[in-house]
């Protein structure tokens, strides 16, 4: 399950980062404010998590789960800046509404990353314990 995690978790959050900066390059591209700039910034914050997530693959576990903290929190702090402005759900490619599936993403994201961060160094263990036999 470990296996499926982490490529999960990292198309999740490259997703939700590519729909935000779609947003701010495509969708809404003559939007000049602090929104425009907020959505560049959370691709960025994506990018940026995503690199920290796989260079402390080979870490320590508590290392690992502040990596996991701060995917999680980040997840909720757009979700609640969606939430605190209404949930607006721009139209995007087609009929796609880019808010919602942004917004089922992140949740999907919140979960992947609470059971890795459930289950890190449980993977490790059956190893441990059949070279000790």
């Known amino acids: 399950m470990a ?60 290392q690992r789960r502040w990596v996991d903290g701060a995917l999680i929190v980040y997840a909720l702090i757009l979700l609640g800046a969606w939430l605190s402005r ?14 919602y599936l942004s917004k089922a993403i992140e949740v999907l994201l919140i979960l992947a990353l609470i059971v890795h961060a459930a289950t890190l160094g449980q993977e490790s263990q059956p190893r441990a314990m059949a070279t000790q036999e």
Do not use: E, K
């Open 3 to 62: 296996r499926l995690l982490l490529p999960a978790i990292i198309v999740l959050a490259l997703l939700d980062g590519l729909i935000h900066l779609g947003l701010d390059l495509f969708i809404m591209p003559n939007l000049r404010n602090s929104l425009a700039i907020l959505f560049l910034l959370s691709f960025l914050g994506y990018l940026v998590l995503v690199g920290a997530f796989l260079y402390t693959q080979r870490a320590s576990l508590t």
């Open 86 to 99: 209404g949930g607006p759900n721009p139209r995007g490619f087609g009929f796609v509404p880019l808010g």
